[in-house]
């Protein structure tokens, strides 16, 4: 089979448990070599998705090759050819790392030899030579992911198949996770990861397709996507709630846009619109608002958040075509 | 490889190479917890020392003989039944902590997670059929009717043993997790002690007693006495009566009916 230009191809994926409809006709594209994420709120369908695409559960309807093989009917194809590591990390608590590796190994049909070795360049490659001989219930949540990471390596997989690598990781491990992930897509792994945060899209991905209930509702790169939801905003919050209609028209004057305000907790935002950046955005409201003589108990820039992104994303959804 | 794995004798081959893999997997877990291994071979000898010793004075036995001699083949099989404990556990957990998917997402013949439990569980049982039978010699018990025979009455548990295998994987796949042991202990308690292991179901009110003797590990029990030469009870059911057929039909039964359930419910797994 000659290189595909596109490592994970999926159209109209559908998947019902019970009444849950969990995937409605999901498509997606993801080009190799490249990291793509699903980023989406918990109940999404990115974790059927996933199951899907590496063969755990069978799509009720639609299709979808990976590493250029149909998940149904080349599931022992794709099996050789993905890496999978789950949301919780699967390996044998009891077992020493080297051991889990060694056995992971085997059920990938290396030889015994071969298994002891690959599970030797791992341990180095994951920083874990170190902790070999120890059970992995004596790992940390950063060692126990990069054994996981480890296990999901064995073949050196052409996709790899990351379900909320980092959720649960404190940031010192989620940092250790990210260096990771880098450095398998620098070595030509395509990589798809789902993540709830859009800052972890955001930094390793270079593109994502926004997942809610079942279906791809946008795509892009990050940036792309960042601008179309209206990229960072200007936040104020006030002690004074008399200052509230003040402050918000000295913000709409300073920022050229519409400002939100939340009157309980004396919080306006604006978007960022200028064209000479962030900093300069922010600049120009403090000095307004200084101007203005109104006191801002707290100001700064903010990128929108998940919830955000949604509620945009589904407002327009909203709008009958 | 890849042709090899691809043909009917190179997938039975990966198939039997992928179950032994796991089935050293479960040694493995012994030889780094060689005090779960202790405490669980020791139970049952506990048991037997137990039942022996605090009972033992005020039973009479059927037939005669001491009664130590008449519990230590009724503790081979109820250790066998309480074994459904340790294959229920041990699938429920790795299928709660996400260790069963990754198997299933890798290379590996899918029925090596099932029968690679199933070897390991057998091997464990044979550990522990010879420590207890180590033990029943140091407290009286013998087979008194050769080698041959008490080889038999071992491939008899063995086969009850085999085929609770099946239920306790179809039970473990069904679970949400491996906290809901109690419930299996609920389930395999009643038929452990519900039995002619421990006492003579004719001293049992009546209907209680044709329920022991109707019970599968009673035939296995009955038959084990039977093949080490020690006084049986009489029993008045057909059951009792064929207790040696009955040792052989039972789990052949029991397997017919939950190996394909346990299959199945494994391959509801992707669905």
Same mark, same amino acid.
Request: aromatic share 6%.
């Given at each position: ?234 936040? =104020?919050?006030?002690? +004074?709630?008399?200052?509230?209609? *003040? !402050?918000?028209?000295? $913000? /709409? %004057?300073?920022?050229?846009? #519409? @400002? ?25 409201? =403090?000095?307004?608002? +200084?101007?203005?003589?109104?006191? *801002? !108990?707290?100001?700064? $820039? /903010? %990128?929108?958040?998940?919830? #955000? @992104? ?12 | ?271």
């Amino acid at each position: 089979m000659s290189e595909p230009v596109f490592a994970v191809v999926a159209e109209g994926l559908r998947k019902r448990y019970g009444a849950t409809e969990a995937l409605a006709g999901l498509d997606l594209r993801v080009p190799a070599g490249t990291v793509h994420g699903l980023l989406g709120p918990n109940g999404a369908g990115k974790t059927t998705a996933v199951r899907v695409l590496t063969t755990l559960a069978r799509p009720d309807a639609g299709h979808a090759t990976v590493a250029g093989h149909d998940v149904v009917r080349g599931a022992a194809a794709v099996r050789r050819r993905v890496g999978l590591v789950g949301q919780h990390p699967a390996v044998d608590d009891v077992l020493t790392g080297r051991q889990n590796l060694v056995m992971f190994g085997r059920l990938h049909h290396l030889g015994p030899r071969t298994a002891r070795r690959r599970a030797d360049e791992l341990l180095e490659r994951f920083g874990l030579a170190g902790a070999a001989g120890r059970p992995a219930a004596q790992y940390s949540g950063g060692m126990r992911r990069r054994l996981d990471l480890a296990a999901g390596m064995i073949l050196a997989p052409a996709v790899l198949f990351l379900d909320e690598p980092t959720t649960g990781l404190d940031p010192r491990s989620r940092t250790e996770v990210w260096d990771e992930v880098r450095a398998l897509a620098g070595g030509g792994t395509t990589v798809v990861l789902t993540t709830q945060y859009l800052e972890e899209a955001d930094r390793l991905a270079t593109g994502i397709s926004v997942v809610d209930s079942g279906r791809v509702i946008a795509e892009g790169s990050p940036d792309a996507l960042k601008s179309r939801l209206g990229g960072d905003r200007i936040e =104020v919050v006030l002690d +004074d709630p008399g200052a509230l209609d *003040a !402050a918000a028209g000295v $913000l /709409r %004057r300073a920022a050229g846009a #519409e @400002v939100d305000v939340d009157a309980e907790a004396l919080r306006l935002s604006a978007p960022v619109t200028g064209r000479d950046g962030r900093a300069a955005a922010l600049t120009e409201a =403090v000095r307004a608002l +200084d101007g203005a003589g109104v006191r *801002a !108990a707290d100001i700064g $820039l /903010r %990128r929108p958040t998940l919830d #955000e @992104v949604f509620l945009r994303l589904t407002e327009k959804e909203e709008v009958p075509a | 490889m890849t042709t090899l794995s691809e043909t009917p004798i190179g997938r039975l081959r990966w198939a039997v190479a992928d179950s032994r893999t796991l089935t050293v997997r479960a040694l493995l877990h012994w030889a780094r917890r060689p005090g779960d291994l202790a405490v669980g071979l020791l139970f049952p000898v506990m048991v037997v020392l137990m039942m022996g010793y605090v009972f033992g004075g005020q039973m009479d036995v059927p037939g005669g003989g001491g009664y130590r001699a008449f519990i230590v083949p009724g503790m081979f099989a109820m250790t066998m039944v309480f074994g459904v404990e340790t294959t229920f556990a041990a699938i429920a957990a790795d299928a709660a902590r996400g260790v069963t998917d990754r198997f299933r997402a890798m290379p590996a013949a899918s029925s090596a997670v099932i029968v690679g439990r199933g070897a390991a569980d057998l091997l464990y049982s044979a550990a522990s059929l010879a420590v207890m039978a180590g033990c029943g010699l140091l407290i009286g018990w013998r087979a008194h009717d050769g080698a041959a025979r008490a080889l038999a009455a071992f491939g008899l548990l063995l086969l009850l043993r085999f085929a609770l295998v099946w239920v306790g994987v179809y039970l473990g796949l069904l679970a949400k997790g491996p906290e809901s042991v109690t419930a299996v202990q609920i389930l395999v308690w009643p038929i452990g002690f519900l039995s002619s292991a421990l006492v003579a179901p004719d001293t049992m009110p009546g209907w209680l007693g044709a329920a022991a003797e109707w019970n599968p590990m009673s035939a296995t029990v009955t038959a084990c006495r039977d093949l080490f030469g020690a006084p049986v009870p009489d029993g008045g059911s057909w059951a009792a009566q064929h207790a040696a057929l009955m040792a052989v039909a039972w789990p052949l039964l029991i397997t017919a009916v939950f190996f394909p359930l346990a299959v199945r419910r494994y391959r509801a797994l992707g669905r």
